[in-house]
């Protein structure tokens, strides 16, 4: 029985491009694409699909936050992360919410559908670089006395306040960031203030030199 898969992107020639590597598997087969969060949702609604393969970096409501609400509402269907960034920046934080795997779009072909096999099967799928990660971050969550080293800023801050805190370095202004993320402009304030006292930055100049120079940006 063929494995029913779900590409959600938000860019068309990318969606293509992932269908025409599965397309080399006789057991997988693409049968719903989406180019949005909610689209995706919908999709998932109606039943059928097997593994979700979805982008973390989409306009409205990020993957991280689609992943959330997928686990809340179907725990057992796996979900394969798919990313541009480096591995550091969201792999932990994407297991840490339920993700089935964590794939960047420059893998080869034979490991993305290695990848998609494994967590239709129940398993999790993480390679290298990701499983040192996770150690590491396991090590962290040890406890005081464990010798680890500080986690990266992006384990540091919690999954709305690392939301925050990319849109500010980007330049984005607190009311561009309330509409981005459906939230009241003060709430976005309290979590800048949050962020600002965490990450021990003055302002969001501050806050962008500290992005570059952690390659969060």
């Known amino acids: 029985m063929a494995v029913h898969v779900l590409i959600c992107d938000d860019h068309l020639i990318v969606r293509q491009g992932i269908k025409q590597v599965l397309a080399d598997a006789p057991d997988i087969e693409v049968t719903a694409e989406a180019a949005s969060g909610p689209e995706a949702l919908a999709r998932v609604r109606q039943g059928g699909i097997d593994v979700v393969l979805l982008d973390i970096a989409m306009p409205q409501r990020d993957g991280l936050d689609i992943l959330r609400q997928l686990k809340s509402e179907a725990p057992k269907l796996p979900v394969l992360m798919l990313s541009t ?20 779009k420059s893998a080869d072909a034979e490991q ?41 800023l992006a384990e540091q801050l919690s999954h709305r306040e690392y939301q925050v805190f990319r849109l500010l370095a980007e330049g984005r202004s607190v009311g561009e960031i309330a509409e981005q993320l459906v939230l009241a402009p003060n709430t976005v304030s309290t979590y800048r203030a949050r962020i600002l006292g965490k990450t021990g930055t003055r302002n969001d100049v501050e806050l962008a030199l500290l992005a570059v120079r952690q390659a969060l940006l």
């Open 85 to 104: 960034y480096p591995d550091r920046q969201y792999a932990v934080r994407s297991l840490k919410l339920g993700a089935a795997g964590y794939l960047n």
């Open 112 to 152: 993305m559908i290695d990848a998609v096999r494994k967590v239709a099967r129940g398993g999790l799928f993480i390679t290298g670089s990701v499983g040192e990660l996770l150690a590491g971050a396991l090590s962290t969550a040890s406890g005081p006395g464990a010798g680890a080293e500080e986690p990266p």
